[in-house]
């Protein structure tokens, strides 16, 4: 049964960072299309980055900028999301998803087969 596993979330003050990790049972993270998204309050989820299987790329959405990048440990089979000079609209609950394949539509979250249970993250001072 695949299983997808968040964890790193916390509160941290604004300029802080944070280091989130998504760990997967009975799935290969370095084969497949994986994903971060969050979900803010009263707000819709929303697309943060992918990476590609493979080394084939990675994708962000635009507020990410420079601030938050996506990697991945093969060996230990956990997508990692850094998260750097947060902001205080940066809160929210933050899920990994895993998808079967390319990245196509790395935004929809309707085109993923897998979700984390999500892990919260509080952006204030």
């Known amino acids: 049964q695949v299983r997808l596993v968040e964890s790193g979330g916390g509160s941290v003050q604004p300029g802080g960072s944070l280091r989130l990790s998504c760990e997967a049972s009975?799935?290969?993270?370095?084969?497949?299309?994986m994903a971060w998204f969050r979900r803010a309050p009263g707000k819709e989820r929303e697309a943060v980055l992918a990476?590609?299987?493979?080394?084939?790329?990675?994708f962000h959405a635009a507020f990410v900028q420079d601030r938050f990048s996506i990697s991945r440990n093969n060996t230990k089979n956990i997508v990692y999301l850094q998260m750097n000079n947060l902001k205080p609209e940066d809160t929210a609950v933050y899920y990994c998803a895993a998808r079967t394949g390319w990245c196509l539509n790395w935004d929809t979250p309707s085109r993923y087969n897998y979700w984390g249970q999500g892990t919260q993250v509080t952006v204030s001072s």
């Open positions: 009975e799935y290969d993270v370095s084969s497949n299309c």
């Open positions: 990476i590609n299987e493979k080394n084939y790329g990675t």
